[in-house]
């Protein structure tokens, strides 16, 4: 099965360097409405296509104009909301969001998923977990392609994590932009990248 993630277009949060992960969360700024839009022409979904989101706004209204008079099938699931970030809900300082970034060779280089990069976060470990499940659902679908719509922390955790031909370090320069596409094949257990947004893997690690 080809599963195409994608981040989210870009949010009103995003706008602000707000981090957040509560629901419902704020919805796409104008330009985020367009990069859906761009991204729907380039994708053309056909009416045989499946679009899965996470439940939070930004979430779900870039999928709904993925999907936007092609009659195709719209989920939601829940395990694909973003990264449970605790204290730092809300916060616009640099230092919130460097104190989220700073987790990443945290999870990924020193192999610490139990870490919790704020009080009342979640960890590395029940992130994948949530994560694991969505793909399982996705899986169970029993299509040749489907197409996921989450958000920039999971996803860069837990593709990172979970494909087994993408290195865990430097992280950052595998940034996930908005409206970026991590293209993976999963076979039910394993998941592989083909193509993380401008960058093509091959099939060894």
């Excluded at 979430?59 to 936007?68: I, P, S």
């Excluded at 730092?88 to 020193?110: C, F, M, N, V």
């Excluded at 719509?149 to 996803?155: D, K, N």
């Amino acid at each position: 099965m080809l599963i195409h993630f994608i981040r989210h277009a870009e949010s009103a949060s995003n706008l602000t360097g707000t981090v957040t992960s509560k629901m419902p969360g704020t919805g796409l700024s104008a330009l985020g409405r367009e990069q859906a839009d761009k991204l729907a022409v380039h994708l053309n979904l056909s009416e045989q296509d499946v679009v899965v989101s996470s439940p939070l706004r930004r979430a779900v209204e870039t999928a709904e104009r993925l999907v936007a008079k092609r009659g195709c099938q719209r989920i939601v699931l829940e395990e694909l909301r973003e990264f449970e970030v605790g204290e730092l809900e809300g916060h616009t300082d640099q230092q919130a969001r460097e104190r989220l970034w700073a987790a990443w060779p945290t999870w990924l280089d020193s192999g610490q998923l139990d870490h919790r990069p704020a009080e009342g976060s979640e960890s590395g470990r029940e992130a994948l977990a949530r994560f694991r499940t969505s793909l399982a659902v996705v899986g169970q679908l029993g299509l040749e392609r489907a197409y996921v719509v989450s958000h920039g922390t999971l996803l860069q955790l837990c593709l990172t994590h979970d494909c087994v031909n993408v290195p865990t370090a430097d992280t950052e320069d595998r940034w996930i932009p908005n409206t970026a596409v991590v293209t993976a094949v999963y076979d039910g257990t394993v998941l592989m990248c083909r193509q993380w947004d401008t960058m093509t893997f091959g099939a060894s690690v």
